[in-house]
C-alpha cells in the first residue's frame, strides 16, 4: 500500500498539469496506449485459446477421472454390499445343512435302534424257538428212553423169571409177562 501512495505522490506534478490522474500514472510509468491495447487483445486471444484447448480438456479429463473415481467407489459400495450378502445366504445354506445333517444323523440313529430292537426281538424269538425245539427233543428222547428202559426191564422181568421158573417160557407167557411189566411200570410212572 505504501508503493501504491508513493507512485500516487510522484505523479502528483503531472496530474496538476493534465488534470487527469490515470494520464499523469499512464504518462509517470511510459505506458503507450496502443501497445497496451494490442498486449490486452493479445492476452484475450492467448487466454481463449489456453481455455478451448488446455483448460476445458484438462477439466474435462479431470471431471471424466472424477467420474470413474465415482463409478469405482459405486461399484466398490455395491460389490461390498453383495459380498455382504453372499456371506449371509452362505451363512445360512451351511446353517440349513447343518440341521439336516443333525436330522440325519438323528433318523439314522432312530432306525439304528429300530434295527436293533427288530433283531433283538427276532433273536429272541429264534432262541424261544430253538429252546422249545430243544425241550420237544428232550421230551421225545426221555419217552424213547422210558420205552427202551421198559422194554428192557421187561426183558429183564421175562428172563429172570424164566430164570426163577427154571423153564423157558413159551411165547405167551412172554408176552403176559411182558405186558404185567410194562403195566406196573406204566402204572408208577
Keep these: 500500500m505504501l508503493n501504491f501512495l508513493t507512485i500516487i505522490a510522484a505523479a502528483a506534478p503531472e496530474m496538476e498539469a493534465t488534470g487527469n490522474p490515470i494520464q499523469a500514472i499512464a504518462n509517470q510509468f511510459h505506458v503507450d496506449w496502443p501497445f497496451l ?7 484475450c486471444i492467448v487466454a481463449t485459446l489456453l481455455y478451448k484447448f488446455a483448460f476445458k480438456p484438462v477439466v474435462a479429463t479431470l471431471d471424466e477421472r472424477q467420474k470413474k473415481i465415482q463409478d469405482g467407489l459405486q461399484y466398490a459400495e455395491e460389490m461390498k454390499s453383495r459380498l455382504a450378502d453372499a456371506e449371509k445366504q452362505h451363512a445360512e445354506t451351511l446353517k440349513k445343512a447343518a440341521e439336516e445333517a443333525t436330522q440325519l444323523v438323528n ?49 429183564l422181568v421175562v428172563q429172570t423169571t424164566s430164570k426163577v421158573l427154571g423153564s423157558e417160557l413159551n411165547e405167551s407167557d412172554r408176552s403176559r409177562y411182558s405186558e404185567a411189566a410194562a403195566k406196573q411200570l406204566y402204572g408208577n410212572n
Design 37 to 43: 491495447i494490442a498486449q490486452i487483445i493479445n492476452f
Design 107 to 155: 433318523e439314522a440313529r432312530d432306525n439304528a435302534k429300530a434295527y436293533y430292537d427288530k433283531q433283538t426281538q427276532e433273536a429272541a424269538a429264534k432262541a424261544s424257538d430253538i429252546v422249545k425245539k430243544a425241550e420237544q427233543a428232550m421230551e421225545q428222547e426221555r419217552k424213547q428212553m422210558i420205552s427202551e428202559v421198559r422194554k428192557e426191564v421187561a426183558q
